[in-house]
Structure formats: structure tokens, C-alpha cells
Nanobody
Framework: EVQLVESGGGLVQPGGSLRLSCAASGFTFRTYAMKWVRQAPGKGLEWVSGITSGGGNTYYTDSVKGRFTISRDNAKNTLYLQLNSLKTEDTAMYYC???????????????RGQGTQVTVSS
């Protein structure tokens, strides 16, 4: 059974940082590209970032470029998202997701975790 379990969210002031983690199990993590997607209150699901299976290529939506960094540790079956210079508009539920094989861009997914809430507020 595929499982994706996110952690690391919380309440942070504008300009602050958080590091999200996603523990993966039930599949061969190192062979799949992975993504982070988010959903703000009252809005649809938005793709945030993607990373290839080996971690050599990363992709970001324009609004987070230069502020967020996606990474992975295939030895630990864990996906990460470092969030820096957070803005109020980054407030959302953040999900770790696995799409079709090789899928790194787009909010479509086959498996998704339960999410971790990020709230940016003063």
C-alpha cells in the first residue's frame, strides 16, 4: 500500500521559514518523480514543485521560485520542501504527491498524502 505522510507545517510569521517532510512507503521511492502541491482556502489544487527520481532536476511554479527548494533523500525514502521568505499568500494545505511515472509538473496525482497545514500570519 502506497503511503505518503507529510509533516513540518505550522504557523509562521511573514518572512519566516519552514521545512516540510514527506515519508514515503509502499513503493520503490527512488524510481519515481515526486511533487508538492497545495490548496489554499477556497481555491483549487495548485502545483508547487517537482523533482525527478534521482533528484537531478527540480521544477517550481513561478510564485515560489527563489524561495522554496525541493529535495529528496532516496536512502531515507523522504521528500522535502524548504520554504523560505514565506508570504501570507503561501498559506495552504501542502501535500506530497506521486503522479504517473516521470510526472514532475502539474497538480494531477495518483497518490497524495493527508497534508500538512502551513499558515503564514503576523
Amino acid at each position: 500500500e502506497v503511503q505518503l505522510v507529510e509533516s513540518g507545517g505550522g504557523l509562521v510569521q511573514p518572512g519566516g521559514s519552514l521545512r516540510l517532510s514527506c515519508a514515503a512507503s509502499g513503493f520503490t521511492f527512488r524510481t519515481y518523480a515526486m511533487k508538492w502541491v497545495r490548496q489554499a482556502p477556497g481555491k483549487g489544487l495548485e502545483w508547487v514543485s517537482g523533482i525527478t527520481s534521482g533528484g537531478g532536476n527540480t521544477y517550481y511554479t513561478d510564485s515560489v521560485k527563489g524561495r522554496f527548494t525541493i529535495s529528496r533523500d532516496n536512502a531515507k525514502n523522504t521528500l522535502y520542501l524548504q520554504l523560505n521568505s514565506l508570504k501570507t499568500e503561501d498559506t495552504a494545505m501542502y501535500y506530497c504527491a506521486r503522479g504517473a511515472y516521470g510526472s514532475v509538473v502539474g497538480a494531477d496525482y495518483i497518490y497524495r498524502g493527508q497534508g500538512t497545514q502551513v499558515t503564514v500570519s503576523s
